[in-house]
């Protein structure tokens, strides 16, 4: 017996080592393994990729990826209770699995990784939208990854591919879109996880683009959406008042009715709107 079939139940692994399930660190295990290596394809093709897996618990993506022919995957866990479970996966996959015992926020993963790059995680729901952003606005373009895909609660899901015009439109959308192609995966009820959350969940697979749809500065296109979408309700003059001076000259030259609403508002236009602050610097 090789790989996944001399390891153990998860059920037996969460036992064996006491992993049982804590709130704080976000913890929602997947057991089955159909469904993990389900979730481990969605990421596409993993024989030529090393894959950054974030908070791999006891190790039911970890073990989808590297059954599914991950080249080598690198996990960062923060609960060093897993730590043993995942060294038995190492053992069963020699050389193929690196694990960092870590806070994900805090933690540069690149030495470790080589390109092509892919990301794959049933993400801790409190550190979830903090690492989707980082990993969204690097200066340079293209990242470090090939692609994200991500386990978010449903609702997050929703925000990163929502269109205009929508209640869910907001700065995730339009850092998510800008750069990369997104779409939702699967759909996962609460009953999928151990223990079940409070809401269903959805993974989103996002693809790198070679380049920006349209050219802008990240830091300020954030800073405007976060800004215009803060006070949803409000006219553009009024929630991007603090933004920069001259609010109204940046938006009527662009061709955005200043007494328009964010989420009224596309990607090309948030676009545009940066570029006119960012030039009048
Ligand atoms: N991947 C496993 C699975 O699908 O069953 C576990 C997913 S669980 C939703 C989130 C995991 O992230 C937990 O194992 C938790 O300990 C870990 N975690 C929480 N906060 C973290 C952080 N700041 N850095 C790294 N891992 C973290």
Redo the contacts with the bound molecule.
Sequence with gaps: MSGIDSLPPLREVIETHGIAA?KA???????DLNL?ARIARAAGDLKSCDIL??????????RGLLAEGARHVLA????PR?LPALAQIAAAYPGRLTVIE????E?DPLAHLTPPIRVS???????GTELLVRWLTPPDWPPFWQSLTL?FQREVADRIVAQPGGKTYGRLAILAQWRCDVRIVLDLPPQA?TPPPKVSSAVVHLTALPAPRWPANPTTLSRVAAAGFNQRRKMLRASLRGVASDIEGHLTAVGIPPTERAEQVGIEDFCALARSIDAAK
């Design positions: 804590k660190l976000g913890q929602n295990f997947l057991l993990t897996e974030i908070g791999p618990g006891p190790g039911g993506l970890t960062i866990e923060k609960d897993c870590g806070d994900a926020l933690t995680a049933n993400l801790p729901y409190n550190i386990m996880f």
